[in-house]
C-alpha cells in the first residue's frame, strides 16, 4: 500500500530529502519529530550502572514516545545500514554473535591435523596456530560517539543531505556532562539505536583504517572490544610496535584507548576472546568448565540445594536457570564437552538416591563385592 516501506537503502538520499520526507519514512508526523528532537534529553531515564567496580556506566532508559521513534529508526535506517558490515563487526547484528568473532581469528594447519592424530608423532613446524593475539578496549565508546560524527556519517557516507542528517544527529543523540562537568552530545547507552549507530560510525572512523593500516594482523570489533591476532609468534617488542600503531589509528578516529583492560595472548598461555578460548579451536575455558562440572557432580551426590551457595543463587530454579543458561552456551561452543555435562545434569536430576543405587547393581555380591548399607549410607566392601 504505502511505496515507502518499499524504499530500498540505497535510494535513501533521494528519497529522504527533508523534515518531512523523514517522518513519512518513518511513519510519524513532522511535529512528533521535532518535538522528540528538541526534547530528548527530558525523555532519557539516567542512572549509573556499578555492576563492577571500577567500571561505572551511564544508562539512559528511553520513554514510550523516544523508544517508539527509536524503533522505527532502528527498522528503516540503521539495521539495513548495518547488514553492509564486513564480517569484522559482530556485536548488534541478527544472526551473528561472539562466536563469529572467536571463529575468525582460528587457524587453518595441515601440519598439525595429520599430526596429532592418534599413532602420530608431532612434527616441529612454525605453527600459524602459535600467533599471538591482543585485546584493545575503547574508552566510553558510546558517548564518546559524538553528534558530529553521527551527522558526519549521514552525510558523507550515506549521502543525505545537511539538514536531515542534522536531524537525524540529533535525535540519535543526547546531551551529557563529561568528567570536567563540561556539556556534550554524545550517543547514550540504552538507547535502541546506540549499538548500531555506534557500529556504523566505528566501521568508517575506525576499522577501515585498521584494516587496511594493519594487514598482516587479524582484527574483529565486538562492540568496544577490538581484537587482533597475527600468523606468527612475534617477540614482545614487535607486538608492542603493533598496539602503539592500533593506538595511532584510534586517537586519530577519536575514541580513546582504556589501558587497563589490554591483554596481550602468547600461544603458550590460554588465548580468549570475549569468553571463549581459541588457541587451536573453539573451546569452553577451563576453569568454567571445571566449576559446572563441580557444581553437576556434587548435585548429582547431595543435591541441587546443597551448591546454592557455592553458586550464589538464591533458589533452585534460579540454580536450574544457571546451568540451563550455561549448557546453552557451552553447547554452542563445544558440544562434544557440553553433552558429557548435560549427562551429569540428567544424572543429577534424578536425585541424589538414584544415584547411590546406580552404582549397586554392578557392585553385587555375585560378581565378588559384598554391600553394606549402614543409617542410610552405601558402603561397597570387596570381598
Ligand atoms: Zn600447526
Request: aromatic share 8%; with cysteine.
Amino acid at each position: 500500500m504505502a511505496p515507502r516501506t518499499t524504499i530500498s537503502i540505497d535510494r535513501l538520499s533521494a528519497t529522504v530529502t527533508g523534515d518531512d520526507t523523514l517522518a513519512a519514512y518513518l511513519g510519524c508526523s513532522t511535529r512528533t519529530l521535532w518535538h522528540v528532537a528538541m526534547k530528548r534529553h527530558e525523555m532519557y531515564e539516567k542512572f549509573i550502572l556499578t555492576a563492577m567496580p571500577g567500571a561505572a556506566r551511564r544508562v539512559f532508559v528511553p520513554n514510550g514516545l523516544l523508544r517508539a521513534l527509536q524503533a522505527k529508526l532502528r527498522a528503516k535506517i540503521l539495521t539495513p545500514l548495518s547488514r553492509k558490515l564486513g564480517p569484522h563487526v559482530t556485536a548488534h547484528r541478527a544472526g551473528k554473535s561472539t562466536l563469529d568473532a572467536a571463529a575468525l581469528h582460528l587457524r587453518a594447519c595441515a601440519v598439525c591435523d595429520a599430526t596429532t592424530l592418534p599413532n602420530t608423532n608431532p612434527v616441529k613446524h612454525d605453527c600459524p596456530r602459535r600467533g599471538v593475539k591482543f585485546r584493545l578496549e575503547l574508552k566510553d565508546f558510546f558517548l564518546s560517539t559524538r553528534r558530529s560524527w553521527v551527522c558526519q556519517y549521514f552525510h558523507e557516507v550515506v549521502g543525505l543531505n545537511e539538514c536531515v542528517s542534522r536531524l537525524l544527529g540529533q535525535l540519535l543523540t543526547t546531551g551529557f556532562r563529561d568528567s570536567r562537568r563540561e556539556k556534550r552530545n554524545g550517543v547514550p547507552q540504552g538507547a535502541l539505536t546506540s549499538g548500531e549507530i555506534c557500529n556504523l560510525v566505528a566501521d568508517c572512523r575506525l576499522d577501515g583504517p585498521l584494516i587496511e593500516g594493519m594487514p598482516e594482523w587479524r582484527y574483529t570489533r565486538h562492540e568496544d572490544s577490538l581484537y587482533f591476532s597475527h600468523d606468527a609468534a612475534l617477540p614482545s617488542v614487535e607486538v608492542k610496535k603493533a598496539i602503539q600503531s592500533a593506538k595511532g589509528f584510534i586517537k586519530a578516529a577519536g575514541y580513546r584507548v582504556s589501558w587497563k583492560q589490554l591483554q596481550v595472548h602468547h600461544w603458550s598461555r590460554p588465548q580468549r576472546l570475549l569468553g571463549i578460548n581459541i588457541n587451536r579451536k573453539l573451546n569452553i575455558p577451563a576453569n568454567e568448565y571445571r566449576q559446572l562440572h563441580h557444581v553437576l557432580y556434587h548435585a548429582k551426590k547431595r543435591g541441587f540445594e546443597a551448591q546454592l551457595k557455592f553458586t550464589k543463587t538464591a533458589t533452585v530454579a534460579a540454580l536450574h536457570a544457571w546451568i540451563d543458561g550455561k549448557l546453552n552456551y557451552f553447547g554452542r561452543v563445544a558440544p562434544e564437552k557440553a553433552a558429557k555435562l548435560q549427562r551429569l545434569y540428567e544424572a543429577a536430576k534424578l536425585g541424589p538416591e538414584a544415584n547411590v543405587h546406580a552404582t549397586a547393581p554392578e557392585a553385587s555380591p555375585g560378581a565378588g563385592y559384598a554391600v553394606d548399607q549402614r543409617g542410610g549410607e552405601l558402603y561397597v566392601i570387596c570381598t
